[in-house]
């Protein structure tokens, strides 16, 4: 029995409906409680802060909290400065362009002890998966209809059909990094829409490939 085998591939994009912010506070004091106080204290004002902004449909969840001591080389020799303390929060929000800037103008006003990084992604991508599997079919299909009446030869009936790698990427985002050590100026002769961040999401891409097996005649 002759066979011919075909690949399809095929891609669908979405918007995300979903917006991740990682967000690392931190705290120093030489006293080890202390680096705790100043770290607990300026993560209830960044939450008080973003119910005081009206910011709706969000939660805020802890990744991690951890105490480190810190030290730097100074004339060559490892001196110890105190202790760092580090919270990381992961604020999870409906994607929404406006309120997603409303929530960076917000964590941006904390930028001297705070770093923070966006992700995006979509909480149901199987209608996506499904479609771009379709797509990958027919497209397999067709390459297979051009491929044997090209040869003159008869397609026969389908063999084998095998579901290739699976190239799904639903989680995209972009790094919104805060300059360390010193606070955002926003003020002066900027124009007002510079002091606005603008963050916009990607598309998410859903990517499906197969190999269909036929006879040939």
Same mark, same amino acid.
């Given at each position: 029995?002759?066979?011919?085998?075909?690949?399809?591939?095929?891609? #669908?994009? *979405?918007?995300?409906?979903? *917006?991740? !912010?990682?967000?690392?506070v =931190?705290?120093?004091? !030489?006293?080890? =409680?202390?680096? !705790?106080?100043?770290?607990?204290?300026?993560?209830? *004002?960044?939450?008080?802060? !973003?119910?005081?902004?009206? +910011?709706?449909?969000?939660?805020?969840? *802890?990744?991690?909290?951890?105490?480190?001591?810190?030290?730097?080389?100074?004339?060559?020799?490892?001196?110890?400065? /105190?202790?760092?303390?580090?919270?990381?929060?992961?604020?999870? %929000? @409906?994607?929404?362009?406006?309120?997603?800037?409303? %929530? #960076?103008?917000? &964590?941006?006003?904390?930028?001297?002890n705070?770093? %923070?990084? +966006?992700?995006?992604?979509?909480?149901?991508? +199987? $209608?996506?998966?499904?479609?771009?599997?379709?797509?990958? +079919?027919?497209?397999a299909?067709?390459?297979?209809?051009?491929?044997t009446?090209?040869? /003159?030869?008869?397609?026969?009936? &389908?063999? =084998? %059909?095998?579901?290739g790698?699976?190239?799904?990427?639903?989680?995209? /985002? #972009?790094?919104?990094?805060?300059? $360390?050590?010193?606070?955002?100026?926003?003020?002066? @002769?900027? $124009?007002?829409?510079?002091?606005? $961040?603008? #963050?916009?999401?990607?598309?998410?891409?859903?990517?499906?490939?197969?190999?269909?097996?036929?006879?040939?005649?």
């Open positions: 029995m002759r066979t011919i085998q075909v690949r399809g591939y095929a891609v #669908v994009k *979405t918007k995300p409906n979903t *917006t991740h !912010i990682d967000l690392d =931190k705290g120093k004091d !030489i006293d080890y =409680k202390q680096s !705790i106080v100043k770290l607990n204290a300026l993560t209830q *004002t960044i939450k008080s802060s !973003i119910v005081d902004a009206n +910011i709706s449909n969000h939660s805020i969840f *802890t990744q991690s909290y951890r105490v480190v001591e810190d030290y730097e080389y100074i004339d060559g020799h490892r001196t110890f400065l /105190g202790f760092e303390a580090s919270h990381r929060l992961e604020i999870t %929000m @409906d994607y929404d362009t406006d309120l997603l800037n409303q %929530m #960076v103008s917000v &964590l941006a006003s904390f930028a001297t705070t770093t %923070m990084s +966006i992700r995006f992604s979509h909480n149901d991508l +199987i $209608p996506f998966r499904a479609q771009a599997l379709s797509n990958a +079919i027919a497209s299909q067709s390459s297979a209809k051009v491929m009446q090209s040869a /003159g030869v008869r397609l026969g009936v &389908l063999q =084998k %059909m095998i579901q790698e699976n190239h799904s990427y639903d989680v995209q /985002g #972009v790094a919104y990094q805060s300059p $360390p050590n010193r606070a955002l100026d926003l003020d002066g @002769d900027v $124009p007002e829409f510079l002091k606005q $961040p603008q #963050v916009d999401a990607p598309m998410i891409e859903v990517a499906e490939q197969v190999v269909l097996v036929y006879e040939i005649e």
